[in-house]
């Protein structure tokens, strides 16, 4: 395979368990409410297909919500249960395998509708059978692993966060006790699905509701958050930042990714304004477009191994070509994130 030079470091194969991606490049989950009902059709079968045919390592699908009546707000975000939406996953699942690319579904409850402190522990329990299920279907379906949605503030975040958790139960309390109810969701998984096969936990600092927000402040209360995840079974985290380059805390240039993956020795994945100029939120927030950037900061810091894989998000969307003409150094023809190329969403 020819690449530039400078790029090497991204297309490089990546195994972990079961899962062997041929290059460091994910595509990040995002949500395009394009499935009726919450049934992805072969349109959405489609849209993957194509990022995994212009060689997308491996492609973190759109958050897909579990069977659960709180799980989403949107009727047109897909679902992961229920056998009309299963089968347009397997559909998914097939359309990218076909073309040698890897899939994971982003599995998602969008939070409590009023406050996690309402919940009953037989609600408590029941999300946490709805997630292990989801789990047991996308290996069922042949996913190559699943992505728990831990980020964002949404109900994973939800408990992890102590502004949004004040319960008083063994679900809240201290950073601790606040990891508790997503041990308990990865526990499930892993118990649905077995050793080998990948789970993958995103998690974020920033709150949809709160962008300076931090779970955790220090890198000792990092530490405290990431040990029992870890000791619950996630392979692989993907820490959501806006922006990459910035440095998670004082006195050392490592980002989340970075940090997690020392603190915890696991792979992580870093993302956030990767090749462009504008962060995510302020795109949506205020309107801003974002221009194609260089990347060799990037290429620096994995080459450093500081961390492992790298999530492309806006990009991906606006230019499923993205990643081979990175591959080829035909940056001229990289795509801007513009409102007119976004509202194509294909
Ligand atoms: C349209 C859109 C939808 C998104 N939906 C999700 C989602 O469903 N789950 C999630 O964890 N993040 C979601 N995100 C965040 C992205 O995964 C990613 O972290 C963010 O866009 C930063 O990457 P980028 O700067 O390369 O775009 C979304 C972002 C965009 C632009």
Not at 86 to 113: D, F, Y
Not at 250 to 279: M, Q, R, Y
Request: proline share 4%.
């Amino acid at each position: 395979m020819s690449y530039s030079q400078t790029v090497q470091a991204l297309f490089k194969p990546f195994t972990i368990g079961n899962l062997s991606l041929s290059n460091r490049i994910v595509m990040a989950p995002m949500t395009r409410q394009f499935s009726p009902n919450g049934v992805p059709g072969l349109d959405v079968a489609n849209y993957y297909r194509r990022r995994a045919e212009n060689g997308v390592g491996l492609i973190v699908t759109e958050g897909t919500v579990i069977n659960h009546p709180d799980s989403s707000n949107q009727v047109n975000v897909p679902n992961f249960f229920g056998k009309d939406a299963l089968n347009g996953w397997a559909n998914v699942v097939k359309a990218v395998h076909e073309v040698g690319g890897r899939i994971i579904p982003q599995i998602w409850h969008m939070g409590a509708r009023g406050n996690v402190n309402d919940y009953s522990e037989t609600d408590i329990a029941a999300i946490i059978l709805a997630f292990a299920q989801a789990a047991f279907e996308a290996k069922q379906l042949g996913f190559d692993g699943i992505e728990l949605h831990g980020a964002h503030g949404y109900l994973i975040d939800q408990f992890f966060w102590e502004k949004t958790n004040q319960r008083t139960d063994k679900y809240g309390g201290d950073m601790l006790a606040r990891t508790r109810f997503a041990v308990e969701v990865i526990e499930a998984c892993r118990r649905a699905v077995g050793p080998d096969f990948p789970i993958v936990l995103r998690f974020s600092q920033w709150k949809s509701t709160d962008y300076t927000a931090k779970l955790a402040e220090t890198p000792e209360l990092l530490e405290q958050f990431l040990a029992p995840l870890v000791d619950a079974g996630v392979d692989i985290f993907h820490c959501s930042t806006r922006r990459f380059w910035e440095p998670e805390f004082e006195d050392s240039d490592l980002n989340l990714a970075g940090w997690t993956k020392k603190l915890t020795g696991k792979p992580t994945i870093t993302v956030g304004s990767v090749g462009l100029d504008n962060d995510f939120m302020s795109t949506f927030t205020k309107g801003k477009e974002a221009n194609n950037t260089k990347i060799e900061g990037l290429i620096e810091k994995l080459e450093r191994e500081e961390f492992d894989l790298v999530a492309i998000g806006r990009s991906l969307l606006v230019d499923p070509a993205w990643v081979n003409k990175i591959r080829d150094g035909r940056t001229n023809e990289l795509i801007p994130f513009t409102s007119e190329a976004v509202k194509v969403l294909y």
